[in-house]
């Protein structure tokens, strides 16, 4: 007979068995799901009928939940922008503009990481398009090998943090209770104050460095800088609006209300599109005319819908057959870009690549969260949350204890572990007590215990987003660092990439510290005395609560948990 109280520990070592034995990580949190459910049936803890929730919390969480359409949208984006050479162009111009200052084009590699973040949301493509393009040039100019692999593997894991990152709408998916939400929006604008300072982090490493070292991070030489005054500006200019405008389409719209996540990451989708068709050599002077003929007309409905906005009533009657003519033209214009997409050769290659690797991600995703459902609801079925409370309430120190070793935990757990796999499998275990834990500490400054403990759940997934950028930079599965040796020349030797690394991982972890120490960094911008809604489509397991002192046991058939499958409330109005 096994005790109650030794099956989440059990689950959970299970689970770390079958991964280091190296089978896929989705089968295997469905195997150990089910195979302890049978040990759980047989021994009474709960009955069959639990197990309905299984389907239920799959067809209603995972496979409807709109949410997780964004994620296809943005990894399609990233794909397509990452062949459009928007990086070479915007790395040139930057490397030109901070040529003459020691570590020039190291703080142009950050800049442009940063950017390339906020659009990509993938480190794969920033990591090699950066490391291409900006490697030989950083080894002509004589920069040292430790610090030029360091900079340009930190900078690619940027996009980790950068909204709109797929971590943090994974994360958004996972950090969920009976009585609060992360949503995405939140989420983001939580994560844009460290990715700012994560930046400056980068920037003063790299001045301290060129003061310390001078010789280890050279100015670039006088007769490489090339032009300088109006004609770089315009050069930099040239990279820097089309990726503001798709971050105004993908971000702003989403922040100012406009968009739902998956509407502004459709709209990002095929922004990027047109920005890579807009890029192309054939992309021609017809093209080029119509191109602008949609922009004059989107300027020109946004600027009738300003001044004959009404309110409620919507935009003046007499004003609205401009704007929808205005729209109408946008529309024709978009229609053109995306034809001409499709008959230039390159682009339609571009493109159905860009769909294949869009197809694999979401494919991987979808399985991972089947496994992990089945997984989750057994473990609650077994008091997993109870004991995962009960493990972390006996930490000393309070909320400082905890966040010490749950960072820890996942410093460690990223050696071995990619970020969706950490975000599926710890996070949904560790939201509840960071919620309880963590909301007392922020309620003074949130005015109201709803939007404390919202806010706890935001910080927490900011911070466990900082913290995990670093699975990509460390061994044995630094993927950043694979990349980066994958495209890196023969002279570069693989103990400076991995040596290299190391500094910008203790920034990594100085910039985890801070966001624990400095909860406004991620709670300045969110709404204050508002909380975050429960995703409607949520299956809700309800099951008696075991005292403390109760002695393990089996429990009666007749007293097995409820489910509750009925639809929330707010879903039903």
Not at 352 to 366: D, I, K
């Amino acid at each position: 007979m096994i005790p109650l109280e030794m099956m989440p520990p059990l689950m959970f070592g299970g689970l770390v068995v079958f991964m280091l034995v190296g089978f896929p990580v989705a089968f295997s949190l469905l195997a150990v799901g089910l195979f302890f459910a049978l040990i759980a049936i047989a021994e009474g803890f709960f009955g069959v009928p639990f197990l309905q929730a299984v389907p239920q919390r799959i067809f209603g969480s995972v496979l409807a939940n709109d949410l997780l359409l964004a994620i296809p949208f943005f990894t399609f984006m990233g794909a397509v922008l990452e062949k459009c050479r928007l990086a070479e162009d915007m790395l040139d111009s930057m490397g030109r503009l901070f040529g003459g200052v020691r570590g020039g084009l190291g703080y142009s590699v950050i800049i442009v990481g940063f950017i390339l973040g906020a659009i990509t949301g993938t480190v794969a493509a920033q990591v090699i398009a950066m490391a291409m393009i900006s490697l030989p040039v950083m080894m002509r100019y004589g920069y040292h090998m430790r610090y030029a692999t360091g900079v340009l593997a930190a900078s690619g894991t940027i996009t980790q943090l950068v909204p709109p990152s797929l971590v943090l709408v994974v994360l958004a998916d996972q950090l969920k209770t009976q009585t609060a939400a992360a949503d995405v929006g939140s989420m983001y604008l939580g994560a844009w104050g460290p990715s700012v300072i994560q930046i400056a982090l980068f920037a003063l490493y790299t001045f301290i460095l060129s003061r310390l070292k001078p010789e280890w991070l050279p100015a670039a030489p006088t007769h490489e800088q090339g032009p300088r005054g109006w004609a770089l500006w315009k050069q930099c200019l040239q990279g820097i609006i089309p990726a503001a405008v798709l971050i105004f389409m993908v971000l702003g719209t989403m922040m100012l209300g406009v968009a739902t996540p998956t509407e502004s990451g459709a709209m990002g989708a095929l922004g990027a599109v047109i920005l890579a068709v807009i890029r192309h050599p054939e992309f021609s002077g017809r093209d080029k005319l119509v191109f602008r003929a949609g922009m004059v007309a989107l300027a020109l409905a946004a600027v009738i819908g300003t001044f004959y906005f009404k309110g409620q009533s919507g935009i003046d009657a007499a004003a609205k057959p401009y704007v929808q003519a205005s729209l109408g033209v946008l529309y024709l214009a978009v229609a053109w870009m995306l034809v001409r997409a499709s008959r230039i050769q390159p682009l339609r290659e571009l493109i159905v690549q860009s769909y294949q690797s869009t197809m694999r991600l979401t494919a991987m995703v979808v399985f991972i969260l089947i496994g992990s459902t089945c997984f989750s609801v057994v473990f609650q079925g077994v008091d997993g949350g109870l004991w995962v409370e009960h493990l972390f309430n006996g930490i000393p120190g309070g909320w400082i204890g905890f966040l010490l070793v749950v960072n820890l935990f996942v410093f460690f757990l990223a050696f071995f572990l990619d970020f969706f796999e950490i975000a599926f499998i710890v996070v949904p275990m560790l939201a509840p007590v960071a919620q309880k834990i963590l909301a007392p500490e922020l309620e003074p400054m949130m005015g109201s215990p709803e939007a404390a403990a919202s806010a706890a759940l935001v910080w927490f997934g900011v911070m466990l987003c900082v913290n995990m950028q670093t699975s990509f930079m460390h061994p044995p599965f630094g993927f950043a660092l694979f990349y980066l040796r994958g495209v890196a020349p023969k002279e570069v030797k693989s103990s400076d990439i991995y040596w290299g690394a190391l500094p910008w991982v203790g920034l990594q972890m100085l910039m985890v510290l801070l966001v624990a120490a400095l909860p406004q960094t991620v709670t300045y911008f969110l709404d204050r005395g508002v909380g975050g809604k429960v995703e409607s489509g949520d299956l809700q397991i309800e099951q008696p609560a075991i005292p403390d002192a109760l002695p393990a046991q089996k429990q009666d058939d007749q007293q097995e948990p409820e489910l509750n499958f009925s639809q929330p409330e707010e879903e039903k109005k």
